[in-house]
């Protein structure tokens, strides 16, 4: 009985054990398997980017010996006959097939090379205007002449990478080849070959081993030649097609951006400015007025009480002044409804210190942030020559030309004025940064003082 349980108690053992090295040779040969699968994968994926790098350079030649050629004859056409009406259409065509071009290679570029996808240019050209027009938005668009410099610098890059990728693919192919072909054009072992044609003297033996060897390092080196052909090609393209695209629409992007907060922020301070007007300031009027009812009430009572009611009902007066001012200073109503023209013929006439004024603007209205910034300009330069500048007379001119407003505010002060951080000349050329303007200050000791600032009106 003990032998026969010894026995059983073995063969369960060695079942267990031949079960487990089963278990441990099948998770080998799986992750044999799944390494090779691997090893498959990788290689698969090599191959596929070598193959439409290759497809890139070789559909790349022909298409840039034709960009080449429609450059080279379209462009000096065109500009040799843009005195007559025919140089408006053929260069019209010329830059349009530029730009066909280079979108064909903005698409390989994404789809072969593997490029991140980029915005379409936005054409300078209106689809609906006139033909001389069209070319004349054409010729103004910095990307019509960089697609021309692409067609024309492009092609000589294109045959030189096309030929790298040819020699290396024929070396690749034809080397480890050689000892068949060395045969079918050499009239056998003892014939004549490439090598003997140079004066090598090498028999059939040597040169095809030399070709073997070649055409071994091509064959393993054929990624490393493709691929830096097909980048070479690729950054001349990009640094003509695609950076100055991108770097447009991120401006483009930007500007949008700064235009919206600029409207959002005029809103909101539109809004503001009624709010104050609908709410606390008409308050502020209705309880001056029962103050004034009251004072008059109470006309034979306490003296104390009328005092009271008087003195709270100048505060409240003041109070109601300094909410129009602070009302002004958020968006000033006669901006708002009037336009510009007429802001700054108030601001002249309330100011302090005499002042004359020549306003000459061929628009009625401009944008909310160029108002906003020429307003409050001349509004803070005139509260400066008020309280800092002693003067006893200042002007104002404000003008429009090319696309800018120039304002000039002079008086007649001790001068002597200057930059600090933290004053008001600061304020106002920090604002008129916002807005892409800028100012300059002339103030000499004894004056005059003048300020010059440029507002874009774009």
Request: with cysteine; charged share 20%; aromatic share 6%.
């Amino acid at each position: 009985m003990a032998s026969t349980s010894f026995t059983n108690s073995a063969l369960k053992d060695r079942a267990l054990t031949d079960r487990s090295l089963s278990g441990t040779a099948y998770a080998k040969s799986r992750g044999m398997f799944t390494s090779r699968s691997s090893l498959v994968a990788t290689a698969t994926a090599w191959a596929a980017t070598l193959g439409r790098r290759l497809t890139y350079l070789m559909v790349g030649f022909p298409l840039s010996l034709a960009a080449f050629i429609v450059m080279m004859v379209g462009l000096p056409t065109g500009l040799g006959t843009l005195i007559t009406f025919i140089g408006f259409p053929i260069l019209l065509l010329t830059l349009s097939a530029a730009r066909g071009f280079a979108t064909v290679e903005r698409t390989m570029l994404v789809s072969l090379v593997d490029m991140e996808p980029i915005p379409e240019p936005v054409p300078a050209d209106d689809a609906s205007a006139g033909l001389v027009e069209r070319v004349k938005g054409l010729l103004t668009d910095r990307q019509s002449w960089l697609n021309v410099a692409h067609g024309v610098v492009g092609f000589p890059v294109s045959v030189f990478t096309w030929a790298v990728a040819v020699a290396w693919c024929v070396a690749a192919v034809a080397g480890p080849s050689a000892p068949i072909w060395l045969l079918l054009t050499s009239d056998g072992p003892d014939g004549i070959g490439p090598l003997d044609l140079l004066g090598a003297g090498a028999g059939y033996l040597a040169q095809s081993v030399t070709y073997v060897v070649i055409g071994l390092l091509a064959l393993v080196t054929l990624p490393v030649g493709v691929f830096g052909a097909a980048w070479l090609r690729a950054t001349v393209a990009r640094s003509f097609l695609i950076d100055p695209v991108v770097e447009r629409a991120k401006v483009s992007s930007l500007t949008e951006g700064r235009d919206a907060a600029r409207s959002a922020e005029a809103g909101t301070f539109r809004r503001l400015e009624r709010d104050i007007h609908d709410g606390p300031q008409q308050r502020l009027v209705r309880l001056s007025m029962d103050l004034g009812r009251a004072e008059m009430k109470a006309s034979g009572s306490d003296p104390e009480l009328k005092e009271a009611l008087a003195d709270a009902k100048r505060q409240t007066t003041d109070a109601l002044e300094e909410l129009r001012a602070l009302s002004r200073g958020i968006a000033p109503p006669v901006l708002v409804d009037r336009g510009l023209l007429a802001a700054l013929e108030e601001l002249v006439q309330r100011s302090p210190v005499p002042t004359t004024a020549e306003i000459d603007l061929t628009q009625d209205r401009f944008e909310s942030h160029v108002e906003s910034a020429v307003y409050f300009f001349v509004s803070e330069a005139l509260t400066n020559v008020a309280k800092h500048a002693l003067a006893s007379h200042a002007s104002v001119k404000v003008l429009e030309e090319d696309g800018h407003v120039w304002i000039t505010i002079t008086d007649d002060g001790a001068g002597g004025a200057e930059f600090t951080d933290g004053h008001g000349l600061s304020g106002l050329r920090q604002r008129l940064r916002s807005v892409d303007g800028h100012m300059e200050l002339n103030s000499p000791l004894g004056g005059p003082t003048v300020l010059v600032a440029e507002v874009p009106c774009a």
